[in-house]
């Protein structure tokens, strides 16, 4: 493999093999999956578990795993990969007669994996079995131009227009805003940290959850094409052994397609096993991908030029075995689509099988 190959877009950073060694108790109580050794000031516990947003095998796994710590545990706060005044609004949904405000959000997330049905019963559970749940959102200012804006002008409505919440409330905006127009990951990993501690200082020294896609909360793991420690990795270098994680996505991984189809590859028509839509919200100008895998002879593809992209084997919502060839579709911010195409040939990057992108032109 040459070193000049770089990894397209990564999700789950923690691998099987990684996941093989978890092991659990009998309690009720989640276990960490990795723990580290350096300490910190802060007391608590922090629980990252990494997920495929709106995927409701792991949705339920996560109601799961939060209710035996709220109940068994009196935890209350909840870390969410969500700006500040998005999970501002859960709190106010949460003590609120009707689900106004839920909904309202359900809206601001339309077009990414957020918006199904499956997220919003997994916060009306929250809401109706463990309604002392409070919400921390950490991430940069998503959704500023509707949500945002929208919760400045409610702070506004009850005189609020000079409290703490209102200047947090701008900020993740800024940030929102900043990552937008630089389209600059490097950015917003380091923000999500600086936003995660902040957050933290405001629980004092309990035990918290987190729920963040899983190329965040690996705690050996980089982003941003290895340029910086994601949020995990950081959040070790500050808290030491108090912070442990464990990726849910192999829960997504599903073994028969939601459909066959036919598509046209240079000229002529294969069939092809799809296997749905996976939300990439918050990278770059990417919204989401579609996976097809091509039922072709791999020897009629696996002469073509590589481009040097990968994709890891654990990014695909299905076990890839090698001597497949997939179809990936990626949608943008602008409504384009992207197509390109992938094989299985046994390339390692990184530790890790991985595909490896062709170009067909």
Known sequence: MKQSMKILILLPVILITLMSGCSKDNSDTPTPMIQTDRQAPYSG??????ELHG???????????????????EMRHLFIEMPYYTAEFMNLWMKAEDDTIL??????LEGTAGHNLDSIDFFKQIKEELPETIFHGTDV???YHTTGERYLAYLESVNLKESEAYVLTQEAIDQGKTYYQK???IYRENKMVENFVRALGEVEDADIMGIYGSAHIGLDAMRANNK???MAKQLVAIYGSQVNSEDLSSLAQVVDPISVVEIEVIG???EASYFGKQDLTGFKDIVYREVWRLEVDFDDFKSYEKTGNVLPYYNYPMRVEEGQVFVLDYGRTDGSVTRMYFISDGTIWNNALSTVEINLD
């Not at 516990?45 to 990494?50: E, K, M, S, W």
């Open 45 to 50: 516990q922090i629980y990252l578990y990494g």
């Open 55 to 73: 995927v409701k095998k792991i949705l339920d796994k996560e109601f799961e795993i939060w209710k035996a710590y709220y109940e068994n545990h």
């Open 103 to 108: 909904m309202d959000l359900y809206d601001d």
């Open 141 to 143: 200012g998503h959704q």
């Open 183 to 185: 389209q600059d990951d």
């Open 228 to 230: 910086v420690d994601g």
């Open 268 to 270: 002529k028509s294969y």
